[in-house]
Every structure is written in C-alpha cells, then in structure tokens.
C-alpha cells in the first residue's frame, strides 16, 4: 500500500481543514487506516483511525472536533479539522495496516510522507 497526504496548511485558531490520503495498491479496502502527528519534540502520537468495517476511534484531545472518514471506491481517507487549537500544530501523517485498528504508531505498517499543519493563536 501507498499513501499520499495532502491537504494541510496555516490557517487561525478556530478555523476548519480537511486533510486527504490517496492509497493505491493491494487490497485497501481489508486495511485499517489512520491519521497520526507529530510536533517537533515530540513523539508521533495516534489522533484518528477507521477500521476496513467503519467503526471509528479517536485520541481523546481531538474528539468531537476531528472526523476520520473513507470511501473505499476511491481509496481515500479523510480527516475533517473543526475548532483547530494551536495545540494541533504538527505534521500529520496517514497510515494503514493490514487486520484492525491499534492505537500506537509501532503497529502501522505503511505510512504516507506527512503534511504539514499549522495553526497560529
């Protein structure tokens, strides 16, 4: 599996984004995929992951902002931004993995190449 972020950017506190990934190959469908970030400093840390069946998990300091969606006809993965903190600043990078959701970043087999986000106070 392949995987190419994009969608990030600098906008204010407040403010809303939608991150994109485009998976191409093996059977993306039978993948769990996620979105993780990382600030400088600091360890990248799980913020949203759907499973193949569609339940959805989230890291506790994005729930009820961010929303993790796919649309495996088009081998995509969403992540709708809303009420953006300065706290979200990082690099956001999507990942899958075969079989189920988990929640560290050591389980995750395929990652994109990370997109940028910055959200100034």
């Known amino acids: 599996v392949q995987l190419q972020a ?12 939608r991150l994109s990934c485009a998976a191409s190959g093996r059977i993306f469908s039978e993948y769990a995929t996620g979105w993780f970030r990382q600030a400088p400093g600091k360890e990248r840390e799980f ?4 499973n193949w069946s569609g339940d ?6 994005v729930k009820g902002r961010f929303t993790i969606s796919r649309d495996n006809a088009k081998k995509m993965v969403y992540l ?7 706290e979200d600043t990082a690099v956001y990078y999507c ?7 988990r929640n560290s970043y050591r389980y995750w087999d395929y990652w994109g190449q990370g997109t940028l986000v910055t959200v100034s106070s």
């Open 80 to 86: 709708q931004m809303n009420s953006l903190k300065p």
């Open 47 to 50: 913020v949203a992951g759907i």
């Open 95 to 101: 990942a899958a993995r075969p079989g189920g959701y």
């Open 6 to 17: 994009s969608g990030g950017g600098l906008v204010q506190a407040g403010d809303s984004l």
């Open 56 to 61: 959805q998990y989230y890291a506790d300091s």
